[in-house]
């Protein structure tokens, strides 16, 4: 997968990995992907929402160690 | 109008926690790309106030007012588990411990997102606190300017 832009929120707890992935969004064009890494245990519904909100795809997430990673790809 | 969705939340409450939660869902709603508006109204106008003394000329009750209330976002008390001042220095350790942010970092993430600060003018009077002591870029207002944002918003939270 061609990433565009990577936001790294491991540690930080709400609301900073959705403010966070929404000021990286705002530099990406139509198209791009954004992968973010997070730890807050809440990540994973809270960014399934927000990209479902935004009209974003969320392409993939994955476990690892502990992070939890997501693909969204802009709408 | 903009097609944007808006968030509006009412702060009455001059609790820390309270304050806390409707900032941290301002924020988000914020990051949901709405209009985001907190009318700060009665002990809610507290998470307004510069921390520093202001020399400014008022009456006798709104000096005791004054005094009496905390001076900014950092010196509010606990809604509960207060001890006197000793659980807000507990809870601002365990806010740290899990990296999660203070409430007056939460203010100023507000402000970077653009996110409408209001206090509202009659409370102020009632409170006695005058626009010099509260932060700068914080508009004004009374009831109608919060219904004509809330009659049409999406989120209305009265915290």
Known sequence: MNVDKLVDAKGLACPMPIVRTKKAMDG???????????????????????????????????EEAGVLKFWIQKG | M??????????????????????????????YDHDVTIFHTFWGLNALRKDEQIPVQKGFVEKVFSKMMPRGADKMALSKMNFAGFGPKMIKGVIKKHNAMTLPQLV???????????????????????????????????VAAYLADAENGNVNLFI
């Open chain 1, 28 to 62: 990406l064009s139509s198209g791009q992907i954004l992968e973010v890494h997070a730890t807050d245990k809440g990540a994973k519904n809270d960014l399934t929402a927000w990209a479902a909100s935004g009209g974003h795809s969320l392409l993939k997430h994955e």
């Open chain 2, 108 to 142: 100023e993430m507000a402000q970077e997102q653009d996110i409408k600060l209001v206090a509202c003018t009659m409370t102020m009077d009632l409170l006695g606190l005058q626009k010099e002591e509260l932060l700068d870029g914080v508009e004004y207002a009374g």
């Open chain 2, 2 to 31: 903009s097609e944007k969705k808006t968030t509006n939340i009412i702060l009455f409450s001059g609790d820390y926690d309270k304050a806390m939660a409707a900032y941290i869902i301002a924020n988000g709603a914020a990051a």
